[in-house]
């Protein structure tokens, strides 16, 4: 089957996410303004985009760890994005999330045995021997042994930590999983390992990923689709390879000429962003990146574009492919 009749798993239908302010002085955080996506089955989803644009908060509430403002979600054809108490809870063994930083989601004063035990205890589903065996079967998945069964996470190292909380996400044979800059806390060598076994987990258990990155590098290993996100809008999505063949927005085009390459004859120039990212709380009106736009127009400054297919496939929110 290509890739493009994939069944989708989870949409997203104008989905917007607002934070209040303790005042009126301080405004409405516009985290996620109105966004709307496709996650195919046992595809990588990559998101980028610089920091602040929304990107983990847009991933945490997909699995409902936030509620939508407006708008709705929707887990295989079914709305979740009402979903409370034990409906909720359900929902919840089939998405799962992978933290940024193993230290700080695992607890301190649980075993590693404790920690993989939660998820059973929470769904009760901690009685009988096959738990164990699965307990087993988790950590033999993320490359560990039986004795590390009785550590503490503060005997373990980064790498060791997140390999912990990836079985943790595992635990329930979830159908998603949002990798919340699952690698970005790790040194340059465990990232590789991580990130080839979580390649390794999606081919042998059928697991779809929403990886959220700021490093385009990684979102280029590991990505089927890619969707950069600016100011809590999403402006391009495609197929990784025709995105690094052609981008269309001009955002897209300044975070791509950021990698450097092997082959000094490959590294196009680098394209600088003049100007700091606008206040979520205040964003620009029209299109939010023409403040910082090589190639804003007087439209771009008042009309806010559509994100629209350009190419089989590949989408953009960009004034200068209008029909």
Known sequence: MAENEKE???RADHVKVYF???????GTVKAVDDISLDIRKGETFGVVGESGC????LGRTLIRLIDPT?????LNGEDISALK???????RRKMQIIFQDPSACLNPRRTVRQILMEPFEIHKMDKGENVEERIMELLQLVGLDSYHLS????????????RIGIARALALKPDLIVCDEAVSALDVSVQAQVLNLLQDLKKKLGLTYFFISHNLNVVYQVSDRVGVMYLGKMVEIADYDKLYEKRYHPYTEALLSAIPQVNQEDQKARIHLEGEVPSPTNPPSGCRFHTRCPKACDRCRTEEPALREVAPGHLVACH????
């Open 8 to 10: 989708t798993l989870l």
């Open 20 to 26: 209040k302010g303790k005042s009126r002085k301080d």
């Open 54 to 57: 929304g990107k983990s908060t």
């Open 70 to 74: 407006e708008g709705h979600i929707y």
């Open 85 to 91: 108490g034990a409906e909720l809870k359900n929902m």
């Open 151 to 162: 550590r503490y996470p503060h005997e373990l190292s980064g790498g060791q930590k997140q």
């Open 320 to 323: 200068l492919y209008d029909k």
